[in-house]
């Protein structure tokens, strides 16, 4: 298995606001020499803000509760992720990890150099920030 050190941070701000960028220390660091081939993926499809509000539980949304799941999956030849698994959760059992697995079929990837995807993992930190008023 090899870690495709490649994270997506999905900043949502709101209903119509979406920003992706790498991630700044949130995930955990992948490791030293998975870096130089992390350049050479990338995500071909990711979530939008209607995405988020999908899945965003609802008494979290209600109380107007921001939340963080961390998501680890592996990736397909196709670049499909499969087997995901929730690493963190915050606030723990506020049902973000459970949302952010429910995002995970609208990620897809693939190679910048036609490398295999196949036996990849990558790691998915995604933010939920209630609409601010």
Do not use: W
């Amino acid at each position: 298995m090899r870690l495709i050190a490649f994270a997506a941070l999905m900043l949502i701000g709101g209903v119509g606001q979406a920003e992706a960028q790498p991630a700044r220390g949130e995930a955990p660091a992948a490791p030293e020499q998975a870096t130089g081939e992390a350049r050479n993926y990338m995500f071909t499809s990711r979530i939008n803000p209607n995405d988020i509000m999908r899945v965003y539980p609802r008494d979290a949304l209600r109380r107007g509760v921001a939340g963080f799941s961390l998501v680890r999956c592996d990736v397909t030849a196709q670049g499909d992720m499969k087997d995901c698994a929730v690493e963190q959760e915050a606030p723990a059992g506020s049902g973000f990890g459970e949302a952010a697995l429910r995002l995970m079929p609208r990620f897809k990837m693939k190679s910048r150099n036609g490398a295999s995807l196949e036996g990849g993992v990558v790691q998915i930190p995604i933010h939920f920030l209630p609409q601010r008023h």
